[in-house]
């Protein structure tokens, strides 16, 4: 495609209940990452792949997230156990760090709207 | 301490003014400064980058580099309402080390 492609866009869930967000990146950008995003607030930083190999998870809020790149192009991020602290925009990023790993652009998906009740 | 810091805002500026935009790192590691643009209800998207001390120009929008007081800013020339948005600071470290960081982000509102 031609963008990054999140989906669903909206997810309402009930507490407690298990929210899978899925992410495709543009074809052939070797890193992905996930952030989240509450309103008034700037992208929090949760995890990033390159290929399917996850770099960094330092921004995993606990262990009831976690999230998958197994061939390293779609993505997974899962949330278990909702909570009402968990609502928030999802956003996924990706990016093909030229030589040198500078002039990293991220291309940003629409996000998912995740609401916890 | 915040990794990025900014002032939220909301900072108004007259059409056709010159908007100044400011953000501080803490990590004195950091070696990649962006600015992303978020309008509201959208996705961030890069407007500038910056690795070297100094000025960087591109069109109207002019990005600053001060490592040695890990200071960072944006200023944007003959500011249009299409301009209004939130700016998001954002750093990344050096090497091959690929988190990127970001500041709250500061509004900014052009008055007509």
């Known amino acids: 495609g031609a963008g990054v492609s999140q989906s669903p866009r909206y997810k309402v869930t009930k507490r407690g209940q298990d929210v899978a967000l899925r992410c495709d990146p543009i074809s052939g950008h070797v890193s992905l990452y996930w952030y989240r995003q509450a309103l008034g607030q700037g992208p929090e930083f949760l995890t990033y792949f390159n290929y399917e190999a996850q770099q960094d998870k330092s921004g995993l809020p606990n262990d009831r997230f976690s999230a998958e790149r197994p061939e390293g192009s779609i993505s997974t991020l899962t949330i278990q156990r909702t909570e009402q602290r968990d609502s928030a925009m999802y956003r996924c990023a990706s990016s093909r760090p030229p030589q040198g790993f500078f002039n990293e652009k991220l291309f940003f998906g629409s996000g998912t709207q995740l609401s916890v009740l | 301490q915040k990794e990025v810091e900014q002032n939220s805002g909301p900072l108004s500026v007259p059409e056709g003014a010159i908007a100044s935009l400011n953000c501080t790192y803490s990590?004195?590691?950091?070696?990649?400064f962006f600015w992303y643009r978020q309008y509201s209800g959208k996705s961030p998207e890069l407007i500038m980058s910056?690795?070297?001390?100094g000025d960087k120009e591109d069109g109207r929008f002019t990005a600053q580099l001060n490592k040695a007081s890990q200071y960072v800013s944006l200023l944007i020339r003959d500011s249009q309402p299409s301009d209004s948005a939130t700016y998001l600071c954002?750093?990344?470290?050096?090497?091959?080390?690929?988190?990127?960081?970001f500041g709250i982000g500061t509004k900014l509102q052009v008055i007509p």
């Open positions: 954002a750093v990344k470290r050096s090497g091959g080390y690929q988190k990127v960081t």
């Open positions: 990590d004195r590691g950091s070696q990649s």
């Open positions: 910056i690795y070297s001390n």
